[in-house]
């Protein structure tokens, strides 16, 4: 069974060399990994606090809004313009 209150994990992206964490949003079950800076600087770690302190604050909810979702007519308006 899934740790459901746990805070995500501060680590490194082997491929960029930074600090990486992946937030779930508690509403969609999303993924998102937030890159944070040099991995293990004072910058990154205050990145990660101030990361996590939002998305808590956000009830663990993305703030993502995503490309707009446009209907067909609204396309074609912004196309002829």
């Known amino acids: 069974m899934a740790?459901?209150?746990q805070v995500p994990a501060y680590r490194l992206h082997r491929q960029s060399g930074q600090a990486v964490v992946t937030l779930n949003d508690s509403v969609t079950g999303a993924r998102k990994d937030r890159l944070?800076?040099?991995y293990?600087?004072?910058?990154?770690?205050?990145e990660y606090?101030?990361?996590?302190?939002h998305w808590?604050?956000?009830?663990?909810?993305?703030?993502?809004?995503?490309?707009?979702?446009?209907?067909?007519?609204?396309?074609?308006?912004?196309f002829l313009r």
């Open 56 to 78: 808590e604050a956000r009830g663990r909810q993305l703030d993502d809004a995503g490309p707009a979702e446009l209907t067909v007519a609204e396309q074609l308006v912004l």
């Open 36 to 38: 944070l800076g040099p």
């Open 40 to 46: 293990e600087t004072a910058n990154s770690r205050a």
């Open 49 to 53: 606090g101030r990361v996590i302190a």
């Open 3 to 5: 740790r459901r209150n």
